[in-house]
Each structure stands twice: as structure tokens, then as C-alpha cells.
Antibody, heavy 122, light 107 residues
Framework: QVTLKESGPGMLQPSKTLSLTCSFS??????????VSWIRQPSGKSLEWLAA???????YYNPSLKSRLTVSKDTSNTQVFLKITSVDIADTATYYC??????????????WGPGTMVTVSS | NTVMTQSPTSMFISVGDRVTMNCKAS??????VDWYQQKTGQSPKLLIY???NRYTGVPDRFTGSGSGTDFTLTISNMQAEDLAVYYC?????????FGSGTKLEIK
């Protein structure tokens, strides 16, 4: 059974670096066609895709945020990390990690974590 | 970025209604569009992938259609448990972009 769960600091100050962890089970990120992505959602607003890392270790970033984002994974392929530098109030959101996989040529996000809320405030 | 414009923003509906919502892409995205359902306080759930393919376990009252720039999600025979916000997503171009959502509310 596939599960993902995000963890983070809850609250941090502007200009700091936000570190998020996605812990998952039920699949291996080393399996071909598997990807873990980060997506965020400010309260009451839509979703924004941030970054992804795939089974080969290739990394993908939203160009509008690329200079501030770093995605990585652990060597056991059970955790994925996201760092966002120089946070400000606009980074306040619920952050989700989600599994993306390919199925007969179709890609989709089939499993999502419950999300972790991050508030940037002084 | 590819802008996904969803309409309407919200709909007031009754149980049993047929509901149609739309998503228009600012450029041709082929059929690389998914639809997700998000209930209050929950993470999004996949309904439709590749514009028209119903995901495993999704009731057949949900139907997706379209290609190119125009996409539609239809719910026939609306049920109370379908009250949610629905988002389209294009993944043809980086960055992936979501629509602003269509919220279904009870009339």
C-alpha cells in the first residue's frame, strides 16, 4: 500500500531556508517510471507544482522558482527532500508530496501525502 | 507558462444534476491533462488522466473529454459526496500548471 507523508518546521522566519521531507512507503523510487513531486497550495488558492525527482535521480524544477529550490533523495530511496531558500510570506502554504508514475504511456499523480502547513512569519 | 483557465469558478447544484465544467489551455497541450478532486481539508485525488481516462475506482458518472486547448469534466447524476473543488492540470509543458478550480456547492 502506497503512502506518503510530508514533514516540515511548521513556522519559520522570512529569509530563512525551508527544509521539507517526504517519507514514503509501498514503492521504490529506484523503479523505472517513478517520480516524486512537490506541490504547494496557499490557503484558499490553487495548486502550484514546484519540483520533482525521478527514478534516475534526474531533477525538474518550476523555472519561476528554480534559483531557490533544491530537490534530492536519500540513498535508500524512501525519502525525498525539498529546500527552499530565502523564504518570504508568499511561501506560506500547505506543501504536498505526490507520487507520479507512468501507466501505458500516461503520467499522473496517483498518491498524495496529507500535506504539511508552513507559515512564514516574523 | 501555460495558463489553464477553468470555468465556472463555482456552481450551485442539486443532487442528481448533470454538471459540466471546463478548462481551457493557453496553448495546445494535446491530451496531457488530468482532473483532480479536492474535498475540504483533504489532499487532491486523481479522477481523470490523459484527458479522458477514468482512474481506478472512480465512479463512471465522472467523464473527461477534450484535446488541444479545450477540456471538459462532466459529472452525471451528481451525488452529495461529489461536493468539492475540481482542478485541471496540464503536464505537456514545464512547469506543470493547474487551473484555478471549480467549486461545487449545494443549491
Amino acid at each position: 500500500q502506497v503512502t506518503l507523508k510530508e514533514s516540515g518546521p511548521g513556522m519559520l522566519q522570512p529569509s530563512k531556508t525551508l527544509s521539507l521531507t517526504c517519507s514514503f512507503s509501498g514503492f521504490s523510487l529506484s523503479t523505472s517510471g517513478m517520480v516524486v513531486s512537490w506541490i504547494r497550495q496557499p490557503s484558499g488558492k490553487s495548486l502550484e507544482w514546484l519540483a520533482a525527482i525521478d527514478w534516475d535521480g534526474d531533477k525538474y524544477y518550476n523555472p519561476s522558482l528554480k534559483s531557490r529550490l533544491t530537490v534530492s533523495k536519500d540513498t535508500s530511496n524512501t525519502q525525498v527532500f525539498l529546500k527552499i531558500t530565502s523564504v518570504d510570506i508568499a511561501d506560506t502554504a500547505t506543501y504536498y508530496c505526490a507520487r507520479r508514475r507512468v501507466y501505458y504511456g500516461y503520467w499522473y499523480f496517483d498518491f498524495w501525502g496529507p500535506g504539511t502547513m508552513v507559515t512564514v512569519s516574523s | 507558462n501555460t495558463v489553464m483557465t477553468q470555468s465556472p469558478t463555482s456552481m450551485f447544484i442539486s443532487v442528481g444534476d448533470r454538471v459540466t465544467m471546463n478548462c481551457k489551455a493557453s496553448q495546445n497541450v494535446g491530451t496531457n491533462v488530468d482532473w483532480y478532486q479536492q474535498k475540504t481539508g483533504q489532499s487532491p485525488k486523481l479522477l481523470i488522466y490523459g484527458a479522458s481516462n477514468r482512474y481506478t475506482g472512480v465512479p463512471d458518472r465522472f467523464t473527461g473529454s477534450g484535446s488541444g486547448t479545450d477540456f471538459t469534466l462532466t459529472i452525471s447524476n451528481m451525488q452529495a459526496e461529489d461536493l468539492a473543488v475540481y482542478y485541471c492540470l496540464q503536464y505537456n509543458y514545464n512547469p506543470f500548471t493547474f487551473g484555478s478550480g471549480t467549486k461545487l456547492e449545494i443549491k
